[in-house]
């Protein structure tokens, strides 16, 4: 069964970092794009940015260069997305997808609190 | 970047009543948007993509429509598993962006 499996809920302090991960199962990620959304509390989707992990290539929204790291291991057919200098507006559910598909994570959520 | 204007914030319809979603793009995107539905607690779903392409498993009652900067997501006869937030996002250009959302309530 197609699958992206998310790591489990975080927990950090101001200022911190974290890296998510998001594990496929039952396809490759170098046959698709991997995409990351952001959702707070109540709010709308906003999407992070991308990686293609055939080549690693990325895209950003401007709005989280710097703040966003999207990096793939196809060796563990895993992605991954880094935040750094966490504050209360990172405070949301993040979600790996495969692009245009049926395929989303369950979501990770992350708490920003001291 | 693009700017999408999903309206109204809010809709409330009866079950079994056709209910129809806006998307306003900022600028032409062709046929470049795609729909998802997201139920409370739930990961977002894809229901339609590039406009009006159906998606496997997702119900006949769920079609879409347009092009360049308007178009509109619709739901036959709703049903109360309908019930729902409603996201447009577009593929035309970097970055991606969301629409604001559209609550489908019950009445």
């Known amino acids: 069964e197609v699958q992206l499996q998310q790591s489990g809920a975080e927990l950090v302090k101001p200022g911190a970092s974290v890296k998510l991960s998001c594990t496929a199962s039952?396809?490759?990620?170098?046959?698709?794009?991997i995409h990351w959304v952001k959702q707070r509390s109540e709010q709308g989707l906003e999407w992070i940015g991308r990686?293609?992990?055939?080549?690693?290539?990325?895209k950003y929204d401007p709005k989280f260069q710097g703040k966003a790291t999207i990096t793939a291991d196809t060796s563990s057919n895993t992605a991954y997305l880094q935040l750094i200098s966490l504050t209360s507006e990172d405070t949301a559910v993040y979600y790996c997808?495969?692009?245009?598909?049926?395929?989303w994570g369950q979501g990770t959520l992350v708490t920003v609190s001291a | 970047d693009i700017l999408l204007t999903q309206s109204p914030a809010i809709l409330s319809v009866s079950p079994g009543e056709r209910v129809s979603f806006s998307c306003r793009a900022s600028?032409?995107?062709?046929?470049?948007i795609h729909w998802y539905q997201q139920r409370t607690n739930a990961s977002p779903r894809l229901l339609i993509k590039?406009?009006?392409e159906s998606i496997s498993g997702i119900p006949s009652r769920f079609s879409g429509s347009g092009s360049g900067t308007d178009f509109t997501l619709s739901i036959n006869s709703v049903e109360s598993e309908d019930i729902a937030d409603y996201y447009c996002?577009?593929?035309?250009?970097?970055?991606?962006?969301f629409g604001g959302g559209t609550k489908l309530e019950i009445k």
């Open positions: 997808v495969v692009g245009l598909s049926a395929y």
């Open positions: 039952a396809f490759n990620i170098k046959d698709t794009y």
């Open positions: 990686i293609d992990p055939a080549n690693g290539s990325t």
């Open positions: 600028q032409n995107i062709g046929t470049s």
């Open positions: 590039y406009a009006s």
């Open positions: 996002q577009q593929s035309n250009s970097w970055p991606r962006t």
